[in-house]
Each structure stands twice: as C-alpha cells, then as structure tokens.
C-alpha cells in the first residue's frame, strides 16, 4: 500500500494536492468549481459505452415503456411548465396499470398488508377478524414473524401452500404440489428465471424459444439478453388471434434449419391480442409440445380477465392432466400468474408465482440455487399474492364487501371492452377483433400511403409515427404494433381498457377524430 | 387447427380418448390414478436437464444459501418430528438477517409503509403526524397515489431526490444528482444490472470482473451467469483484511493476459471480513482505477456498520470528488445501497439504490431501457428505502423513539462485534480480525491435517466438513469461508452476529468447546 501511495505521491496520474487532505466541504466546493469551469477540457473517453457495452443488452427492445412513453413524459413536463398544448393531460393507455388509471385497491387486500406491516393495528377494532388471521397466518410462517425478514428463495412456505390450493380448485380439483410453486417478483421474474435456464449451445444447436407474433415484449428482450433464437408463429388476425397449430408447425421446421427450438411460449388470454384460447387448441398446442418435444411456458396472469360470454379460462395444466398421463407426467411445463392484473391489479407490489410440472429434480435444485443469488421476492408481494389465491369465501365478514369490489371491476373491464371493440369497428380505416380477454385492444390500422413516407422520412415505423401524432395532438399516448410485432405491411397499436368509463369514451372519441383527420390529411 | 387437431384424432401421438372432452374432475381423477400405477414406464427424458441446461447457470455457486443451509433446513425439519439431537434448535447465523435474529422493526418507518399501504389510516389518530406527512409525500408522487402502482422504472421521483438530498448530506455537501439514482430490487439487482450492461467481448478480450477474495458471492455467482471473467485480488488478512494497491496491480497485470479487465469491485464495509476502508486506502484505489481506466463498483450497503471507534466510512463518492475534477469528472462509479442491513433490517422489502456517477448519457437510456423490462422495482421497497434516507429529524413527533431504536441496534451490534472478536481468540486454533464494521466474524480456524483427509475421504472441503460437524453437533449454522474464496490452505467460516446478546454468548460458547473437541478428534 505504501508503494502505491508514493507512486501516488510521485505523480503517476495528475496530482491534486490542492484538494486531498483538505475540509470535505471546501475540497468539494472546489471539485464543483473547477467542474463547472473546464468539464470538457479533463473530459477522458468512457469505460462503458454504446460500442463497449454489452451488444446484447444493446440490441433489447422494450416498447411499452420506450421512445413513446419518454416522449409522453416530455409532454407532461411541458403541460407542467404551462406550455399550451391541444389538451391539458396526457393520457397513459400504454401499460396495463389499473391503479394508476384510478381503479382503488381491493379493500380485504390492503388490510391484510397494513396488518401484516405494522402488527401493532392487530389490536386495533377497525380491522375485520377475516384480515387479522390472514395476517397472523402469514406472519407466523415468517422469519421473526416479519415482513421484514428474508423469506427462503422458492418463497414463504405457507404462500406456495395457499397458492397450490388455489390452483388445485381452479383446475377442478386436479392436484397441485406446494413443492412446485416458486413465488416471484412478478411474472416477468419467472419468466426470465426459467428462460435463463432453458438456453444453451452455440451456432446451429442455440435454443430457439417460439413466441407468438404479437407478442408481449418482455419475451423479445429477455431472448435478446440471453443471445437466444427468436422464433416467430403469428396469430391468425383474420380468425381473431387463434392460435393455429399449423402456423407452428412451420415456424419450428423452419427454425430447425438455423437453431435448435427448444421452448414454446403462450400467452392465454392474448397480451396485446386480447384472445381466449379454447380448450380444444390448448390440447392441440400440448400434443405439439410433446411431440416436437417443447418445453412450455404457459403466462397465464390475464386468467381472471376473461370478458366474452362464449369464453372461458382453461389453464395448460389442467388440460395438460386431464390428457392423461403420457402428457401429464412427460411434458414440461411452467406457467404464471401475477398479483399485477386480474381484479386486483396489485402491479406495484411485484408478486407473482410460477408453477413448474415435470421439472427434473436435479433441475428444480439448480432454480432454487439461481433463484437464492437474489436472495427471494419481496415478501409484501409474497404476501399480496397470498390473498389474491386466498380471498375472503363465503361466511367471512369480509366476503360481501370484496365480492362487491372484486365484480364491478371485472363488470367494468367487461363493459368497457365491448364499448372499445364496438367504437373502434364504426371508425373507418380501424379494425378491432374481439376483446375477448387481458386488458387492451389491439386495432389493425389503415395508414395511408403518403403517411408511411412521411415516415420513413422521419425515419420511423410508420405506426410510430401514427402513434406519436396521436400522442402529440391529443395526449393520448399509446404503443405502436411494431413493438409486439406484426404481419409485413399491417399497422396496429395497443391501447390499455383501464380509463374510467367515460374517460374511456372521450379517448376513443378522440382517436376516432384523430384517425379520420390523419385520413384526410395524408389521403 | 383443424388438420392438426386430425393429425392428433389420428394417433400421431399416443391416444388418450378416454380423458378428452370428459367431465374435468373425472378426468382429473384418472389422470392421477394412472400416474400412480405407471409414472416411471411412461416417463420419456426430460427436455431441461443438467446437461442440456445453461452452463453458466450450472456453474453459479451461493454458499450463503448452499447446501449447508438446506442441511439446516433438513435438520430443523427432524426437530420438528421429534428426532432427538445435542441440542434443540437450528441456530442460523448464515445469513444477514436481522428481523429473523429477533431485531424488531423501526416503529416510524413501519408506521409510513401502513400508512401508504391503507391509506384510510391517514385518519386514525394512533399515527403521528409527521408518519403521516411522509406517507402523504410518497403517495402522492405514485401512480393514482397507489404503492398498487407501477413506478417509473428508475423508481418514484420523490424518492430518488431524498436518496440525492441524504448522498448530499452523508458526504458533507457534495452534491447528489437524482437523475443519478437507480432505485433497485435491494442491493443486488442494482450490482447484477450494471455488470450485465458491462459485459462484452470474447475470448481474450472478455470483461475481467476484479473482486476481493474473500467475496460475497453475489459477485462470483453473476460474473458465472454473465460468463465474464473473475479476476481475483487478494485482502490482507495479516493487516486487518486491508485492500492493498499493490495486490490489485499484480491481479490486473496478470489478467491482461487472458481476458480485458474492465471493471473494479469493492465491498466497504467488508463483507464477509467486516474491514472498513480508510480514506488513504480509498484514494489509492480511485487513483488505480482512473490509471487502469476500470469502472468502480463500491459496494456500501453497510456503510451505516461501523463499529470501531478508530475506523469512519467513506463513500468512494466524496472521495472520488474530493480528489478533483481530473478524477470527479472521469472515473465511472456505480455505488450501491440497500434497506436490508444497517439498523433498520428490512430485508424483506428488497428496497435499495444505486448512484452512479460518469455514465455516459447514452448508457443511461439503455440502462432505464433494460430496467423498463422488469417494470419497476417493488414501490413498497421504495418507499421503505425513503424512510432509510429521509428519517425523523430534531424537532419532529417520532424522532427521539426513532433515535432510541436506532441507537439500541447500532450499539448492540457494536458490542457484539468487540464481544465476537475477543471471545474467537480465547480459542486455540481460531483467529478473528476486529470487527470494524459490517455484521460478520470471519475468523481464520486451524484445521488439523487428519480432519483434512476426513474431509476428502467425503469429498468436502476441509472447511465444509468443519462447518457441517458444527452444524449437526450444535444446531448453529455458519458459511464455510470456501464459499467465499481464501487463499489456498487456509480456512475460515462466515458467522453473524445478529442473534440478541446472551444468545450470541452462547453460540460463541458452543463454538469454542465444538472447536476445541474437534481439535483433539482430529490430532
């Protein structure tokens, strides 16, 4: 050490001696002084730039919170310095965050968290006796009877208990095992968790991972981060958004030729695409699996948001067992849920689970010891993913008050999903499949001619550039289908449901505007 | 879809009519029946196995959650059916987590996270008001003033700037920019995402990842993930575990020949060896890092655990500011805090953030970009790193409780690292450096030539094997120094000292006469 401080001392690098061993305030005022003098001038290049950094980092794209939503914030800065603007407030239908959009917490829920966080308020009368033993369950299972406390890494043993339970009577009664269920930091941690498993080799032997074109764009990015192979299926636009086997059987014969597909992703109900796959094409999609030999991740966390009459939810798994056990106890399968979405919309919190069937023993040893690197999940939104799969039943004080709660956003989402689709199909030039489930619409767009040189003028997708001049002309703020991707030559965006009602009307009023006035302008 | 489904009607794969399109329970029922009869004959191989699996996912390595834990974890579950052992409980000093050990939570920062989680609190007069002025201020910056909802991705404005105002204030008025504040998932996720972004290159010219020996694996388990290369330097075990200048120029001389080292790890305070940094010896590693052109890490989360009345923490930011522009104005730094030690504890929240300092504009959009994938850090955890930064102050409702609990932990933990120190080194055979600082004995142990071969004869490391026989002997647990990293032939284990006093005395009494017998079995 002493060498090293001469060498120091010596001047092997620019002395400033001016500032060492001096009072911390006046050398810092100093540094500052001199920074704001000559900033550039001392100016050496940087260690970690676009051309050193980490390409596949680089070469993430992450459209729902991207160029547009920086944008929107530019936007609302400028409203906030008063600067005149065709509208007063920007409009955030980007991302799914209901809260945010002005729906009010489940009431049980937040209870049950404010007990758990402050444990004095159990003696307190203004809390039900329902929230006070959920409280005290978890508490209990713990660590020091704390929040506070790390949880083990696979998640607090009584939450992955009330999870399978909850699974088990989803699936009407087919059996769920504790032993199972990783909690999360939300689905997108699972998610990535699993993947980051699932990938390996190198040139022709690369994991290819299937996903559906749209696509939520969590699966690109963390594809991108893994140097994995993207392998596109589309949906079939003309059929709302099914998934149609056939479509993947092509996309993995021709990935065949270039990597080795390894892992098929589904998303039921449809992020951007709102569909509801029915029974029949999930037992479809499970016999390709097993007989392309797929390992599927199923992310299923818009399970509790399905609208159109005609739909139901049915999760992989139960159809999975009840193909009985060639399929059952051979294909690998994860899927996902989140406190995020459903009626409770809980995103803040990031809590989330995943359920793995057929994971190899050896293999659920190396998730725990991945997993155990970041020590667990938040133990709130453990704790909050407790009580959306254990919600007051029947008897309990509670259950009237969340069973009014939990039906009028799920009568609302409902209401306002047929309101969109409807106004969206009177608008010329816009197309809209069916919101059968998750929370967005999904509109084809016609965009003239004219306007895709406009854009590649500005050198932009041409629904980036559609969906910028919405955002600057009537602050609502939207994200382009070229973010989920889609089909060659078709134009789309997504847009959240979450609005209040009549928010809701005046925003689709407006895009319909918008959309006849860009129309004619570049006719 | 249709010819598929035919193709599957068709008995392209096994045929299972008997449980399609049946009722879901029956089904159900069947499935699991025949599971039971037959699972292993109908078993095909796996998809995910080890050898099909990452291989840097493989490699990763956490002791600090390794198999001595899940021993841990078996035995308690012995206890629990009644099995008889030496002694009652399992003992988990493995871990830095201070709830767990019994440490109660700080009443005021409770008291604002129940505030914010239900905010029909506000109202109750068993709140103070200025935990209710800080709930406000937080609510008010989220999303529909909900925790429910998603923050920015670098986290709630608010609270980066009181992260900005308490960097300003620890560093005697160097000034904190909150554009500079990351909030993260605790500590961890910060650290794993900016070397994620620093790592590039192949062969030769592959990122070289500078850590001390001994480590927290942390670091060693995400260069593994990232397949950077670890580039070890030494501490100085005989000088107190100091970092010595010159050891960090051997370790990069001798990388250059393999790999491109970029970037520079420090813990300070030191984990797992508790040493704390002098200035002299900050300076000189800034100094090395600017002539090396290496990208700083400092990795502070203990920086409120100083224990020795002789040692001060200083963060490589004022440091770094108080050596002049040449380096203040060049040296990239990215440095690390979290709500999970210090005298608040709250692990369970996975609250943190990271400042960096130099990053080049463009690297700051592609780090909120590869942020934006994962949404958000959970805002409860946000909100509980506000209350680290931004606590009770002189003159305010809670702050003379708030000072009491605050003092009680720091002083205890204080006493219990001078209590650890001497108390090891009664011990023939154990040598124990002060405890400057964080929460850990990492004590060297002699272990005698006999228990070496005992150790390899069960193909465990000398100082797994210690650890193990302590754990099965005494119920305590501790991580053995292997996992860390020592220099070859000598050994250590990593103990906290987080359990209240009397039964810390205890622990350290069991150790003693565990060590001392173990000596005289294996002379």
Known sequence: MQRAAALVRRGCGPRTPSSWGRSQSSAAAEASAVLKVRPERSRRERILTLESMNPQVKAVEYAVRGPIVLKAGEIELELQRGIKKPFTEVIRANIGDAQAMGQQPITFLRQVMALCTYPNLLDSPSFPEDAKKRARRILQACGGHSLGSYSASQGVNCIREDVAAYITRRDGG??????????????SDGISTILKILVSGGGKSRTGVMIPIPQYPLYSAVISELDAIQVNYYLDEENCWALNVNELRRAVQEAKDHCDPKVLCIINPGNPTGQVQSRKCIEDVIHFAWEEKLF????????????????????FKKVLYEMGPEYSSNVELASFHSTSKGYMGECGYRGGYMEVINLHPEIKGQLVKLLSVRLCPPVSGQAAMDIVVNPPVAGEESFEQFSREKESVLGNLAKKAKLTEDLFNQVPGIHCNPLQGAMYAFPRIFIPVKAVEAAQAHQMAPDMFYCMKLLEETGICVVPGSGFGQREGTYHFRMTILPPVEKLKTVLQKVKDFHINFLEKYA
Chains 1, 2 share one sequence.
């Open 174 to 187: 087919v059996p769920a095992d504790p032993d199972n269920i990783y909690l999360t930091t939300g689905a």
């Open 296 to 315: 599927l991740l199923a992310d299923e966390v818009y399970q509790d948001n399905v609208y159109s009459p005609d739909c139901r939810f049915h999760s």
